[in-house]
C-alpha cells in the first residue's frame, strides 16, 4: 500500500478516536512506544493513554492541515502532522505540531512506536 494513503488513512483514524474516546487510542501503542508530549516523555501503552486520557479538557476537534510522511527503516514510516486543535469553550484554537514513527505489526497493520506532540505557540 502506498505510504502517502496509509499515512492519512492512520492520522484520520488516529484524531478521530482521540477525539471521540481517548482511551480507544490504546490499541495503536504497545510497551516499548513512547510519548513525548510538551517535553514529558512516558513509555508504555498503558502510561500513554492514562496521560492523554488525563489531559485538562473533556472534549476537542482537531483540525489537520498537513500530513507529510517518509518510509523508514525495517517497513516503518515517519508521518509529520500539523493542524489546528479547538478546546470547547475556547474561542481560539491552538496550533500543533505532531510526529509519529508507526512500524509495522505481524498482522499487517502498523503501531506507534514513537509519537512526540507540541503546541505552536505564536
Known sequence: MDPDTVAKAFVEHYYRTFDANRAGLANLYQEGSMLTFEGQKIQGSQNIVAKLTSLP?????????????????????????SGTLQLAGEQHALKFSQMFHLMPTPQGSFYVLND???????
Open 116 to 122: 512526540i506532540f507540541r503546541l505552536n505557540y505564536a
Open 57 to 81: 479538557f473533556q472534549q476537542c476537534q482537531h483540525n489537520i492541515t498537513t500530513v507529510d510522511c517518509q518510509p523508514s527503516g525495517a517497513g516503518g514510516m515517519l508521518v509529520f502532522v
